[in-house]
Each structure stands twice: as C-alpha cells, then as structure tokens.
C-alpha cells in the first residue's frame, strides 16, 4: 500500500466511517479517559494525580496499534489505523491554536491543573502554586506563588486530584475577586435594591 492510499483510506476511516459507527473522537475518546483515569489512580498511582485526556487515548491507541507492528501480528490496516489516531491525537491536542481563547471556551474547553509531584507545584492557565503534605492537618496544603501583592490565596485536598480541583476552584475565584476589586467587573452579590 502506498503513502497517499494509506492516509486516504485513514482520513475516511476517521472523517467517516468510523465517526458514523462510534461517534465523535473528542466524546469517545472522553469517555476512554474517564476510564483510564479511574483504572490507573486504582492500579497504578494511588498516591500521584494523573489525567488521562482524550489526546492521550488517541497516542494511546497509537502505541496499541504500534504493539501489533512490533509483535509481527500487524496488516496494513494497523498502519491506517495509526494513521487515523495519530490524526486525531494532532487535532484534540491541537485544539485552540489559531482560534481565539473566546471560542476555545464557549467550545468547552478547559485546560488541566499540572501537577509535579517531585517540586511540588501545581499549575493551571499560566499560574503556580507550590503544596506540600501536612501531617498535622492530614491532608495536601498549598497557596498560589503569583498572586498579587497582599493577596493571599490558599487551597487544601485529601488528595491529589482533590487538591488539583480545589486549586483550579480557588484560581477561577481569585481571577473573579480581582476583577472586581480592579472594578472591571460589578459585584452582583453585594448590589443592594431599592
């Protein structure tokens, strides 16, 4: 089979085909996700929060399909079958270059706390913060490195994963907080009625 008859019958496969039988790759490939989020923290990594996303299932299946070529067992039809997922890894992975932040976000998009769990830190859209285990309180602490001066913003999780959703939680409240301080943004809950 040659290259443009390979990618040909991929870009059908996945444009087509497939997408009729299985659905969207961004739903399916969620869904996969989940499952391999659940799967791994219960098999592997009990104590390391790691999010599994949906380019991920697809340079996943990739490896999947690359397993079958080294194992000898593989037909033409593992090499479109990279080629699709490796076509569909690009554009999940890729979602939101050249298009404004605006449309990402009225899409759905969010992007994912990253969590290193060798320094410590946390990050989510551009901001840091630094945590550690307390023994004492049983649980992860940690506070926001480059928040404004005098502003102090603290989060906490029994976990990792709950830190990490306690820390994108006090981002999106800070980033509200400081809107309205800087008086961008009119403080809905404080207006008082005639």
């Given amino acids: 089979m040659k290259r443009d008859e390979c990618l040909?019958?991929?870009?059908?496969?996945?444009?087509?085909?497939?997408?009729?039988d299985y659905g969207s790759p961004e739903n399916n490939f969620a869904v996969i996700a989940q499952l391999w989020d659940v799967y791994f923290q219960a098999k592997c990594m009990s104590d390391v929060y790691v999010e599994i996303d949906s380019d991920d299932v697809a340079?996943?299946?990739?490896?999947?399909?690359?397993?079958?070529?080294?194992?000898?067992?593989?037909?033409?039809?593992?090499?479109?079958?990279?080629?699709?997922?490796?076509?569909?890894?690009?554009?999940?992975?890729?979602?939101?270059?050249?298009?404004?932040?605006?449309?990402?976000?009225?899409?759905?998009?969010?992007?994912?706390?990253?969590?290193?769990?060798?320094?410590?830190t946390i990050q989510y859209k551009g901001w840091t913060g630094v945590y550690d285990y307390s023994k004492e309180d049983t649980m992860y602490v940690g506070k926001l490195l480059s928040a404004k001066a005098g502003d102090c913003v603290h989060f906490h999780g029994s976990t990792l994963k709950e830190l990490a959703e306690h820390f994108v939680s006090a981002i999106e409240e800070y980033l509200e907080a400081r809107e309205i301080l800087d008086g961008k943004k009119k403080d809905v809950n404080n207006v008082v009625s005639d």
């Avoid at 040909?8 to 009729?20: I, N, P």
């Avoid at 690359?66 to 090499?79: E, F, K």
């Avoid at 554009?91 to 270059?97: H, K, P, Q, S």
């Fill in 8 to 20: 040909d019958r991929a870009m059908k496969s996945v444009c087509g085909g497939r997408e009729l």
């Fill in 59 to 120: 340079n996943m299946m990739v490896l999947f399909k690359l397993g079958r070529v080294i194992s000898g067992t593989a037909t033409s039809d593992s090499y479109v079958d990279m080629a699709g997922y490796a076509a569909c890894a690009c554009e999940l992975a890729t979602y939101g270059e050249n298009q404004p932040e605006k449309s990402a976000k009225e899409a759905g998009y969010q992007p994912h706390p990253i969590i290193d769990p060798i320094d410590h």
